[in-house]
Nanobody
Framework: QVQLVESGGGSVQAGGSLRLSCAAFGYTTGYMAWFRQAPGKEREGVACIDIVGATNYADSVKGRFTVSRDNAKNTLYLQMNSLKPEDTAIYYC????????????????????WGQGTQVTVSS
């Protein structure tokens, strides 16, 4: 059974940094992504990574966020720099064994496995 456990969320001031982690149990070397959901808004794709390490980012985070994975530790990371108040949301890790085309990797329906989420709050 696949289980994803996020950690690393917290409260920071604008311009600060956080690194989120997602530990995967019962899952290795597949297609993974980070999503976020702010209050009153739909869940949106933030960053994703495929089995060979190719990445895609939402326009709103390009140049500020970096997604990476450590296959030996079965862990996905999201390094978030230059954080803005609009980055405030619950961040979720997602995974699938099925291939995901890069341009479509921000679609929630493509991922059957989800973590419980971790809160990120950025104050101005």
């Amino acid at each position: 059974q696949v289980q994803l456990v996020e950690s690393g969320g917290g409260s920071v001031q604008a311009g600060g940094s956080l690194r989120l982690s997602c530990a995967a149990f019962g899952y290795t070397t597949g297609y993974m992504a980070w999503f976020r959901q702010a209050p009153g808004k739909e869940r949106e794709g933030v960053a994703c990574i495929d089995i060979v390490g190719a990445t895609n980012y939402a326009d709103s985070v390009k140049g500020r966020f970096t997604v990476s994975r450590d296959n030996a530790k079965n862990t996905l990371y999201l390094q978030m720099n230059s954080l803005k108040p609009e980055d405030t949301a619950i961040y979720y890790c997602a995974a699938t064994f099925a291939p995901v085309p890069g341009p479509r990797c921000g679609e929630t329906v493509r991922y059957p496995y989800w973590g419980q989420g971790t809160q990120v709050t950025v104050s101005s």
